[in-house]
């Protein structure tokens, strides 16, 4: 199938290759939590809640009672893809997602200023259409903010690919599924580091190596930009207060 | 220079909280706007108890942690002054149980970093027949006076400083036990009853609360009475307080009251 127009250069959904989707974003949107968010890539859309930092639960989870015990649980919601069915909870996708997540939010959370307590992220798919990972990571980054946790940096993260000879930005479901390489990137975008870096079909991009760092420089590049667009809904609330919702439109 | 919510990043300060940015002379700090309850010596608290520990109850306080009641630092219902013996420890639940709603003070933090309380007056202890609400921690100021005995409702409103707010029926301080349990069990009944009139106003400061704490707006008793007071003289009733009318009266009343202090500030100069 022709991913990307011969002639135009257009993707299938009207993009440019290096072209995001629409981007938004909502904070306080789960009332009895301690902070919340809903955000969304597109088609994609992803609601976290952040709870704590609280009394640690399951005391023998606590590893060093002088910095705070992070948790994460990602699910789908089972309306979140085409065929509507239930999602068992704790299968192997979402356990690696949760752990993803969890790894590269700790990264950045200051764990050490919070002793003996811990940290609950709950982040669910209500609609997914790929880059459900990256998603996931920005929408958590927003409820942490909104939590008052303090962080490192802001976590955002962005997923790219590359189908017919031309290296993609945020793909969609269709591009997704068309069996491509990508890469999940996830940035401290301030301190310029990367978190999270997860390919798959590795030997697919080994094999186009002179294009591989194309993906990651361009996926790179534009999670600089989800970072400025989450630094400013950050001090939208700072400004508004966390009682009106600031809504970021944006697009790239 | 740096203070809370900052990390230094190559000679750069750096905000490590969503919040306002706060600066006190040469210190710059930031503050958090929905973070949890940072607890202060002394602070009057209202908490729920989840836990029985030996000679100790849990609270859950909205902190980062739960709070530690112990045994030796409260009074007895007894009120004498003596050695916490073992059957005292028995009878721990007679005094609180897991759910109850408490009031205390903070004592301070223990060298291994948890919170203690403290309820060694008359005026703490367990808190019945009201409603608890839970507000953002800082909506609630530090204040001399945390309790309130509304007289013209019979009402009682402790503002915890963590956000939990009390609102019940008046209980006269320093009422001993042994009194009630002399007084024969009918008219202990009675006492029990909470007036159809109480039980209202109960209702109405506790959707004032609600509705100022949703615009936002810092607690204090006079906006909280005012608010209530503001909602019978526009004939709302009680369940129709939490109704967007009165959401948009309560908003406009305090933007008018702003604008008027903006107004009588600039006149003084």
Redesign the interface.
């Known amino acids: 199938m022709e991913y990307v127009n011969l002639l135009t250069g257009f993707r299938v959904d009207g993009r440019r290759p290096n072209e995001m989707r629409q981007l938004k974003g909502e904070v306080g949107v789960v009332a009895r939590a301690d902070g919340s968010a809903l955000f969304e890539m597109g088609n994609t859309r992803v609601i976290a809640a952040v709870y704590g930092p609280r009394e640690v639960q399951n005391k023998g989870q606590q590893v060093n009672s002088k910095e705070a015990l992070v948790r994460c649980e990602y699910r789908m919601a089972d309306f979140s893809t085409g065929d509507r069915r239930r999602k068992p909870k704790g299968d192997r996708r979402s356990t690696e997602i949760s752990l993803v997540i969890r790894q590269t939010m700790e990264a950045s959370i200051l764990t050490h200023l919070m002793p003996r307590s811990q940290i609950d992220i709950f982040v669910q798919v209500l609609q997914a259409d790929a880059g459900t990972r990256a998603a996931c990571i920005n929408a958590a980054t927003l409820a942490l903010a909104d939590a008052g946790i303090p962080m490192r940096d802001i976590v955002t993260s962005c997923s790219a690919g590359y189908l017919c000879s031309t290296p993609l930005l945020d793909l969609n479901y269709i591009e997704d599924s068309a069996g491509g390489p990508d890469v999940t990137v996830g940035i401290l975008a301030k301190m310029d580091k990367v978190t999270l870096l997860q390919v798959t079909k590795y030997h697919e991009l080994l094999l186009i190596a002179a294009s591989f760092r194309t993906p990651l420089v361009l996926s790179s590049i534009h999670t600089n930009s989800i970072t400025t667009i989450l630094h400013t809904m950050c001090s939208l609330v700072k400004h508004f207060s966390c009682h009106l919702y600031p809504e970021g439109h944006c697009f790239l | 220079m740096g203070g809370h919510?900052t990390?230094d990043?190559d000679g750069e300060v750096?905000a490590?909280?969503?919040?306002?940015v706060e600066r006190v002379n040469k210190l710059v700090y930031v503050r958090?706007?929905?973070?949890?309850y940072k607890p202060e010596v002394g602070d009057i608290i209202v908490g729920r108890v989840i836990e029985i520990a030996p000679k100790r109850w849990r609270l859950?306080i909205n902190f980062?942690?739960?709070a530690v009641l112990m045994l030796s630092s409260m009074n007895l219902p007894d009120g004498i002054q003596r050695r916490r013996t073992a059957v005292d420890e028995l009878n721990m639940r007679s005094i609180f149980e897991e759910n109850d709603v408490i009031c205390a003070e903070v004592r301070g933090f223990q060298h291994d970093?948890?919170l203690h309380l403290q309820a060694r007056s008359q005026k703490y202890g367990k808190l019945e027949r009201g409603q608890l609400l839970i507000v953002?921690a800082y909506l609630v100021k530090r204040r001399k006076q945390h309790f309130h005995h509304l007289e013209q409702y019979d009402v009682d409103l402790i503002l915890g400083c963590n956000g939990f707010i009390w609102v019940g029926e008046h209980v006269v301080v320093g009422e001993n036990t042994n009194m009630m349990e002399d007084k024969p069990s009918l008219s202990a009944e009675v006492e029990n009853f909470t007036p159809l009139e109480t039980r209202k106003h109960i209702c109405r400061l506790a959707n004032a609360v609600r509705v100022l704490s949703?615009?936002?707006f810092t607690l204090t008793v006079e906006l909280i009475i005012e608010t209530a007071e503001a909602s019978v003289s526009s004939n709302v009733e009680i369940n129709n307080m939490l109704g967007a009318e009165f959401y948009v009266q309560t908003a406009e009343r305090e933007a008018k009251r702003r604008a008027d202090l903006l107004r009588k500030r600039s006149r003084g100069r």
Request: aromatic content about 0%; some cysteine; hydrophobic content about 30%.
């Open positions: 919510g990390s990043q750096v490590t909280l969503c919040g306002v958090t706007l929905r973070a949890r859950e980062s942690q739960d970093g948890s953002p949703a615009l936002g």
